[in-house]
Every structure is written in C-alpha cells, then in structure tokens.
C-alpha cells in the first residue's frame, strides 16, 4: 500500500511539473491568481503583456495591473456567485500604444476555478478583431439584402442625403409621407442621435467602403422608436466618382440609397451581444474599448473634414473616502448613480464611457469649447445638488472636469485624452468640483 501511495504521489508531481512546463510555453498569456486577484503563477507571454500596462511595473495582482484597461475586473469578479465557471469570456480590451506604436485589442477571459482560484487568459488579437469586424459589416450587408423582404424601407437619397422621392415601403416603415421629401435622412433617427456633420461622415462612409451601415434606435412620424440598422450604398452611374464629393465640387449625381429596416425582433439579441462587448459591467453606460471605437472614428472624420469635437474627462473627487466610511457597494451605488445623471445630461449622439476606477469620459461630436462647458458645468451643478441615494442613505458626491478639445496640434487620441486629462487635474489641484479646460476655470458653487 506505501509503494502505491508512493508511486501515485509522484506521478501527481509528475502530471503537475507538466502542466507548469504547459503554461509557461503556452502561446497565450495565462495568469494563475487567488480569487482576490493576488497573482500566484504567471508565464512570460502575460508577464511581457501585462508589464506595460501597470503603473509601478508590479505584476502581483491581476484586477490592480489591469485596473488601466479593464476597472470592471473586480466587480464582475464579485458579481460571479456560481461555485465555478466562465466570468467572462474573450471581452476586447483597448490598450494604449506605446511611443510611435498604434492602439492595441487584447482579449480577455476569466475562469473561476473554485472559491478560492481563478485563471485568466490574455491574448493580442489586433489583427485578428479588424479581420473579423470587416466580415461582419459584409455579413450584415448580405443579410440586410436577403432577409426581411417585408420590414425594410427603401429611399433614394440625393447626393447630400436627402430623401428623393416618397414611396409605400417608407410609409410602412416609418409612417413618414410624402412631406419628407426634402427632408435630410436625420428625420430617422430619435432627436440628438445624428449630427449634420455624422450625416455627411456616412455618406463619405459609403464612397469609401461600398456601404455605411449602423444600428440602433430609430424614429417613426408619430414619434416611436424602433430598433433598426441604416444601410447606405451609393450610386455608381457616374463610374467611380463618389455623390458627395460630386456634389461638393458643383456637379450632378445620383447620389445614395438608404435601407432603413426595422429590427424589432433582434433588439434583445443584439442588446446583449453590444452590452457584453461594449458596456461596463458595473455601470452600464459604454467601456474603454467602445470609447476608444468611437474616439478614434470621429478624428478620421475630423482629419478628413475638420469640424468641433470636445472631450470631457470626469474624476470623482474623494471616491476613496466614500469606499472608505461606506463600503465598496456603497462606492458602486455612487458610480450608477452620477452615470444616471450623466445620461439625463447630455445628447444621444454623445459617448459616455467609464475608463478607470472613478474616472469617465465624455465624447461630444460637433461641440465647440462653449458647448463643452455648458455642458460640464450643467453635470457638475446637478451632481453637487443630487446626492446619491444608496443602502447607507443618501451620499454626497461632486466630480471635477477637464475639458479638451480637438484641434491641428493634436494627431491622435491619445493626445486628445491627455490635455483634457491635464485640465482635470489642474481642476484637483485647484479644489475640486470645478470645471477647467482652455481658458475654462468654474469656481465651485
């Protein structure tokens, strides 16, 4: 029996010295940590992608070194009940790029093992996730044209994009008659949704790829909303000339066609597939990676065809003293609620996004310096005036703003992301719950 003890004993060091030469040259990143994210085996894929990304170069706990990239880490951790299981399965982290070198995509899952281990695995799929968003916006191309033959509207577009001509499929669709002739193709979408500027992006979209298609909600005549995807294709009667750029130069042309098709069905569907790759856990509103998407599409456009951008950064002053005398689930009570009231103040067009612990940003399209601080200041005065209500009763809070926006001397978003950072904490510094940004300091009420 001893010799069998024995001889079972080593082949479990056995099975185990291979299952550690495993990880360590396994091609993707595995993090090995107890549940409390305290880092107990790492192998040098994740330690080489994991090493830049924390702040004091310590590596000894996975949610604190990816707390840049991924702040929800520890709360959907908590969240997670089941003995054991998925936590989270290959979400899209956004990361900086280091000098001269572009933004990268990893992909992230967490396992939990039991109550006490968890094990992650991260991955650089850069390459791989702009693959596979082409394949999907021509997948949706091939659907949009295949499928639903009886809940689309088809409208012919001039080459600024107003509608042409009224037809029955319009009608069915939208409720819109013939009075929306004329009409530029924003009548759609719900009131701040679309800028005259996005209007014009999508056009140049659909010269530039063959087709401009986006989802989201829509609006009939009598005001409903529908969830439904905008396809836009141009004409190609004159070759390969594009409407717009036609239509710029003075010239004629026959300009687009949009299929505006009502969704309904699919919403659910498509809600938890954008929540999941797109939204913060904790919060709801959009995460690094989707303020990063829409970041970085609206430069390209802004590079193109310059027009106002801003950029509201937010940091909530003295969370750490909440967490502190109120507890962590008092501190996220907090975060829902100033993202409540973020949503309540500013357009649907505009991006709210959660990027760090306490910290969010706030991308405003077609938004000069003046627009941005009225805005700001607006959240500012409501959160100072609104204290959150949570389990411990209601909670005092106040943020302090930055505010940035987009000019010639800034080449990326990173560089946009930075001065509004700077004007943050130039806020902090001089006492919270203020606004700063160019030529901007609001005295605190």
Known sequence: MAVDAVEAEYDLEQEHEAL??????????????????????????????????????????????????????????????????????????????VGKSERRLFSFSLIKLDDKRIMAMLQDVTWQAKRERLLRHQEAWLNAVLTGVSDYALIN??????????????????????????????????????????????LHEADHSGWSLDDGWRQRANGTRFWGSAMIAPHRALGDESPLAAALAGATHPGYCLIVRDMSGHREAAEVAHHAALCDHLTGI????????????????????????????????????????????????????????????????????????????VLLPSADLGNAQRAAERLRATLEAQPAPTDAGPVHCTVSIGIATMDADTPNVDALLKRADDALYAAKRSGCNQVCGPGVVAEPS
């Open 20 to 97: 550690i030469q495993f990880v360590y040259v396994a091609p993707a990143g595995l993090v090995q940590a107890r549940s409390d994210g305290e880092i107990v085996m790492i192998n040098p894929v994740a330690a080489q992608l994991m090493m830049p990304l924390s702040r004091d170069g310590n590596l000894s706990n996975l949610f604190t070194a990816l707390s840049d990239i991924a702040p929800d880490l520890r709360s959907r951790m908590a969240a997670f009940t089941a003995p054991q299981g998925m936590v989270c399965d290959g979400i899209h982290l956004p990361v900086p790029g």
């Open 157 to 202: 577009l001039d080459s600024r994009g107003c509608v042409t001509e009224w037809n029955e499929s319009i009608g069915r669709v939208t409720g819109q008659g013939s009075d929306i002739v004329k009409r530029s193709l924003a009548v759609f979408y719900p009131e701040d949704a679309i800028t005259p500027e996005r209007v014009l992006d999508r």
């Open 286 to 361: 959009g995460n690094r990676r989707a303020f990063f998407d829409a970041a970085e599409s609206e430069l390209r456009r802004w590079h193109r065809l310059p027009r106002p951008i801003s950029l509201l950064m937010l940091d909530v002053d003295h969370f750490k003293k909440i967490n502190d005398s109120h507890g962590h689930p008092v501190g996220d009570e907090v975060l829902r609620h100033i993202t409540r009231v973020m949503a309540a103040t500013f357009r649907q067009v505009d991006v709210l996004a959660r990027i760090g612990g306490e910290e969010f940003a």
